[in-house]
């Protein structure tokens, strides 16, 4: 079964600065989708970005970008110039059929 | 403005009652799925469905049913709660192929004592 792990429980950026929140899956398909969604309090699931596995080029969405590795497995997630706002959950997903959810990061960004 | 709403928004009951989460979305979406969030364990998909009359599985689907009489409904029942499906219900939508967004409703908390 697809798996897909966010090692990172909690994560702290400072304002402004980059942070980075890491993602590994596992599995034997070679056609797939990734997505992060963002949860803030409001416990609104919203999508940040996606990226399909046959695509080579690395999505990007305004401040957020990806850093997709197929062999590795490895699906990161940038965030550049933090702002207060971008304090959250951020689940990473993999789909291929049924959708597979990471636990979680929680990112908390200071002023 | 469409969008994707669920029924109640808190619920508290006993353990052995049958339980009713509603769903509605008015994005005209074949696709819905319900998940439930518990702490560590992100997401987990509970049933889906990609269109009326058909039903699957998900990854945790004991204990839960769906039926999906229409485009715009699906219900998801408990069948006899237990304090293990004490959790936040996630309902969501999307049309089309599995790169499409799902649109996700607002959740419900559910306390089963």
């Known amino acids: 079964a697809q798996t897909v792990t966010q090692s990172q429980p909690e994560m702290s950026v400072q304002e402004a600065e980059t942070v980075t929140l890491s993602c590994t899956y596992d599995?034997?398909?070679?056609?797939?989708?990734l997505f992060w969604y963002k949860q803030p309090p409001s416990r609104q699931m919203i999508l940040v970005i996606r990226?399909?596995?046959?695509?080579?080029q690395n999505a990007t969405e305004n401040r957020f970008s990806v850093n997709f590795q197929k062999a590795a497995k490895s699906f990161s997630l940038k965030i550049s110039d933090s702002q207060l706002g971008d304090a959250a959950m951020y689940f990473c997903?993999?789909?291929?059929?049924?959708?597979?959810f990471g636990a979680g990061t929680r990112l908390t960004v200071k002023p | 403005d469409a969008e994707i709403t669920q029924s109640p928004r808190h619920k508290i009951t006993e353990t052995g009652r049958q339980v009713t989460l509603a769903c509605h979305q008015t994005w005209n979406h074949n696709n819905m799925f319900w998940y439930r969030q518990d702490l560590g364990h992100g997401l987990r998909l509970i049933h889906y469905s990609y269109g009326v009359q058909d039903t699957n599985k998900g990854e945790v689907s004991d204990g839960y049913s769906v039926s999906r009489s229409n485009t715009e409904d699906l219900p998801l029942t408990l069948e006899s709660a237990a304090s293990s499906q004490t959790s936040v219900y996630f309902c969501a939508s999307s049309e089309g192929d599995s790169y499409n967004e799902q649109f996700f409703g607002p959740g419900t908390r559910l306390t089963v004592l």
């Open positions: 997903a993999y789909r291929s059929g049924d959708m597979r």
């Open positions: 599995t034997s398909e070679s056609d797939y989708y």
């Open positions: 990226q399909e596995a046959y695509k080579q």
